[in-house]
């Protein structure tokens, strides 16, 4: 079949894949939801014409906004995640046996909807006991929690449409107050070779807030370039100062102890972005 979905990463850019399969199409309020089938990738959940994640590569992602966080922590209970209506993060976090409630805050209902029935891979960690669901807007959702979460991650789409707030140092202020006294956040923070700008812009936003900030990396292959940052802000714990000797294996496809170490060195045209 030579049917083809394409995301116009810029005027410049296309990334294309071959598909298999329409499943679902929706306009909610918020974007227009849509699940394919891709030949090379799998089931594809898209969110206005980009991509979010496949069923072929989630597991890069999922582990790496969750896992690098969770153990940086000594013993993370409870955990907040803004976006990620897919349940790819959820189900990674409630891997960790300390984290009592895991606290999805979702601004469209219908991506959850969409996951549920069609990606159940990634969405069964949403139906799990220790799992709380709520509709609503991440931004406001942190001002009125204070110091409630010991770690929240930011598992949001680009910075256009519903998630532009999710990337100005309001929001970080907010997070910041909603982490308890040890907590620490972890935010998708965009590709290293298109959004140079962005990345260098959110790492001065979290430095004016968090006294330990860090980049890391891993390659997610259906985002644009391939390599992708995720941007940690601590309060105290320093992800490289985990003796990684001692973290508990999870059953992971990317994320490692290794690993854990590994994805804070960034070559040199990525560390340019902290200076
Ligand atoms: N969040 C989307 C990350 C950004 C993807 N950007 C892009 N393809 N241009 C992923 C949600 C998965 N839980």
Redesign the pocket.
Known sequence: MNLWFT?Y?NENLI?GCRLSKTLHYEKTPFQEIMVVDTVQFGRM?L?DD????TVAD?FV??EM?THVGLNTLPEPRRVLII???????VREVLRHRSVEKVTLVEIDRGVIEAAKKYLPE?SCGLEDPRAEIVIDDGIRHVKENKNTYDMIIV????PVGPAEGLFGADFYRDVYGALTESGLFVA?S??PFFNRDLISRIIGNVRSIFPVVRLFLAN?P???GGL?TFTMGSKKHDPLEVDTGKIAPLGTKYYSPGLHRACFVLPPFVKELLK
């Open positions: 995301e990463q990334i959940l969110l980009v991509i979010q994640t989630e992602y999922h906004i976006g990620g209506g897919d349940g790819g993060s990634i598992d949001s789409t680009d998708q965009e590709s997610v259906t985002y644009p992708w």
